[in-house]
T-cell receptor
Framework: EPEVTQTPSHQVTQMGQEVILRCVPI?????FYWYRQILGQKVEFLVS????????KSEIFDDQFSVERPDGSNFTLKIRSTKLEDSAMYFC????????????FGEGSWLTVV | KNEVEQSPQNLTAQEGEFITINCSYS?????LHWLQQHPGGGIVSLFM???GKKKHGRLIATINIQEKHSSLHITASHPRDSAVYIC?????????????FGKGTHLIIQP
């Protein structure tokens, strides 16, 4: 069974610090996503990525967030200056093609900002 | 912006019962996903629907595009089915649009 892998599984960081969350999508997938879930709340879309550029982003994905695919396999989410309200589970997901394809989620990276 | 509503929010049932979870959305979509989230947090895709009905083992998912409504059914429920079930939709706008999620239905199956 193919899987999306995420690292770290859990990170604690000081407010104002930069954080990079890493994801390795499934190798033949073309569309990549970051979602977040604040504790006790619903999952929210952050950003989608296709053909080496951002395809869509939500209003949550402001200037403190960035994504990149530096080496053709990893897909990273960077938070430049973390705030307390960035504490959440961050999920990476990938899809092979949009129509008729299953979306695969990673196990998540739990970020705690203190 | 699509609004996704699920009901019930919480459901406790006895092993063997037939379970139905409902999802409604406000704007036309290109696809609807049913997802399962376990206590550890991981999310697994159960179904992706754009029309009709799909079945996988004891799980059945249906969608009515005209009524903007989908249901997830679990037959012969088992304690291992206990999880949060989430409905999520992709808008009809095309492109790599992100999913809009419902709040989830917390299901507990008691032995």
């Amino acid at each position: 069974e193919p899987e999306v892998t995420q690292t770290p599984s859990h990170q604690v960081t000081q407010m104002g610090q930069e954080v990079i969350l890493r994801c390795v999508p499934i190798s033949n997938h073309l569309y990549f996503y970051w979602y977040r879930q604040i504790l006790g709340q619903k999952v929210e879309f952050l950003v989608s990525f296709y053909n080496n550029e951002i395809s869509e982003k939500s209003e949550i994905f402001d200037d403190q967030f960035s994504v990149e695919r530096p080496d053709g396999s990893n897909f990273t989410l960077k938070i430049r200056s973390t705030k307390l309200e960035d504490s959440a589970m961050y999920f990476c997901a990938s899809v092979q093609i949009l129509s008729g394809n299953t979306i695969y989620f990673g196990e998540g990276s739990w970020l705690t900002v203190v | 912006k699509n609004e996704v509503e699920q009901s019930p929010q919480n459901l406790t049932a006895q092993e063997g019962e037939f379970i139905t979870i409902n999802c409604s959305y406000s704007v036309g979509i290109s696809a609807l996903h049913w997802l399962q989230q376990h206590p550890g947090g991981g999310i697994v895709s159960l179904f992706m629907l754009s029309s009709g009905k799909k079945k996988h083992g004891r799980l059945i998912a249906t969608i009515n595009i005209q009524e903007k409504h989908s249901s997830l059914h679990i037959t012969a429920s088992h304690p291992r089915d206990s999880a949060v079930y989430i409905c999520a939709v992709r808008s009809g706008g095309g492109g790599a649009d992100g999913l809009t999620f419902g709040k989830g239905t917390h299901l507990i199956i008691q032995p």
